[in-house]
Every structure is written in structure tokens, then in C-alpha cells.
T-cell receptor, first 114, second 115 residues
Framework: TQLLEQSPQFLSIQEGENLTVYCNSS?????LQWYRQEPGEGPVLLVT?????EVKKLKRLTFQFGDARKDSSLHITAAQPGDTGLYLC??????????????FGTGTRLQVTL | NAGVTQTPKFQVLKTGQSMTLQCAQD?????MYWYRQDPGMGLRLIYY???????DKGEVPNGYNVSRLNKREFSLRLESAAPSQTSVYFC??????????????FGEGSRLTVL
């Protein structure tokens, strides 16, 4: 079973601060997804990274896939209260296009206060 | 757009009771999934259906059964509920099974408490 560890587990910051969330594994993934989940709702996909070293930006959010495709990070610049939620990484692999299943990380709960 | 619809949203059961969680998607997706979410453990796959007519066990299938009724509907049954099954259950669907970058669409979740 592939394991994905996220750190930190909890993060409480003030509006305007920057933060980074990490997603680490000893396994190689063919692709890695990041989801955000708000209270009382299901997770919603933010981004998928596929190539080792790939960087994707979504407004104030920057996602990076590690060169070896074993880890990923999510950096938020100038956090806003609307960024509050549970952030989940999910890895697929190691082979794409097979009956591999997504492995979800343990989650990082972010709270952004005014 | 309804997307993925789960019912019920909340349920309280006594140990030993049975119940079925219903899930329907209107996106014409081929694959459907049932996950459970527990604090500090992320989402764990219970069962999945890669396509209509097929179902397979996921990471934590014990105590559960599923039925892929048709392409739209995928139900999860607890035959004899146990307190360890207290959790939030999510149904999800995707256009493809596996495959590079396939996106999961989730329902709003069903919160189940077993006393």
C-alpha cells in the first residue's frame, strides 16, 4: 500500500501570510492531484501534476511535483479567509492507465483568520 | 447541475442494524467509488466500480457490500453496522478508470453514526 504523508496536519495563519503544505511518499506516482474540501462538502479538484519537476499556478496557489515524482508541495501566497479548508493530495500510480487507484494523503487543515 | 447526489446525508444506526447508502451521478461517468473519511486518515477506498457491471474491493471493504445498479447508480450496504463504521462516506465518479490525471467528482457526503 502506497502511503502519502502530509505536513503540517493543522495550520492556522492570518490573512496575508504565505504558507506551504507538503505531500511526501516513498513511492513513485504517475500523477498527483490536489483537492480542497470545505466543511460539509466533498473534495474538489484544484490541480493535477503529471511530469517530474512540473510547476502549476492557480492564481495565488503554486503546485510543484517533485523531480522523482515522490512528493509535491502547495504554496499559497497572501492567504485569504476563502482559502480555509482541508487540503488533500492524492497520488496515482506508479503506472498510469492501469487499474491503479488513487491514494489520498492524510490531509492538511488550513484556517485563515482576519 | 446535480453532479453526484448521495442519500441520506445523516443517519444514526444501532449496532447490528443494516442500511444502504445511495449514490447517483448525472455526468455519464463510467467509474464510481465509495470512500470513507476519518479524522487524520484522509480518504480510504471501500469499493469501486470501474465500469457498469463490475465491482471490486478497495482498501477497506470488510463489512460492506456494493451494487452497481446501472451506469448512474452505485449503492453501498452495511449488513450489520458496527461502531467502527462510524464515519463520513463519500461517493465519487470519474469519466475514466485510472488513467493519467483522471478527476474525481465527489458527492456532499453521508455522515453515519453507529451507536
Amino acid at each position: 500500500t502506497q502511503l502519502l504523508e502530509q505536513s503540517p496536519q493543522f495550520l492556522s495563519i492570518q490573512e496575508g501570510e504565505n504558507l506551504t503544505v507538503y505531500c511526501n511518499s516513498s513511492s513513485v506516482f504517475s500523477s498527483l492531484q490536489w483537492y480542497r474540501q470545505e466543511p460539509g462538502e466533498g473534495p474538489v479538484l484544484l490541480v493535477t501534476v503529471v511530469t517530474g519537476g512540473e510547476v502549476k499556478k492557480l492564481k495565488r496557489l503554486t503546485f510543484q511535483f517533485g523531480d522523482a515524482r515522490k512528493d509535491s508541495s502547495l504554496h499559497i501566497t497572501a492567504a485569504q479567509p476563502g482559502d480555509t479548508g482541508l487540503y488533500l493530495c492524492a497520488g496515482e500510480g506508479p503506472l498510469a492507465g492501469t487499474a491503479s487507484k488513487l491514494t489520498f494523503g492524510t490531509g492538511t487543515r488550513l484556517q485563515v483568520t482576519l | 447541475n446535480a453532479g453526484v447526489t448521495q442519500t441520506p446525508k445523516f443517519q444514526v444506526l444501532k449496532t447490528g442494524q443494516s442500511m444502504t447508502l445511495q449514490c447517483a451521478q448525472d455526468m455519464n461517468h463510467n467509474s464510481m467509488y465509495w470512500y470513507r473519511q476519518d479524522p487524520g486518515m484522509g480518504l480510504r477506498l471501500i469499493y469501486y466500480s470501474a465500469s457498469e457491471g463490475t465491482t471490486d474491493k478497495g482498501e477497506v471493504p470488510n463489512g460492506y457490500n456494493v451494487s452497481r445498479l446501472n451506469k448512474r447508480e452505485f449503492s453501498l450496504r452495511l449488513e450489520s453496522a458496527a461502531p467502527s463504521q462510524t464515519s463520513v462516506y463519500f461517493c465519487a465518479s470519474s469519466e475514466l478508470w485510472g488513467g493519467l490525471g483522471g478527476e474525481l467528482f465527489f458527492g456532499e457526503g453521508s455522515r453515519l453514526t453507529v451507536l
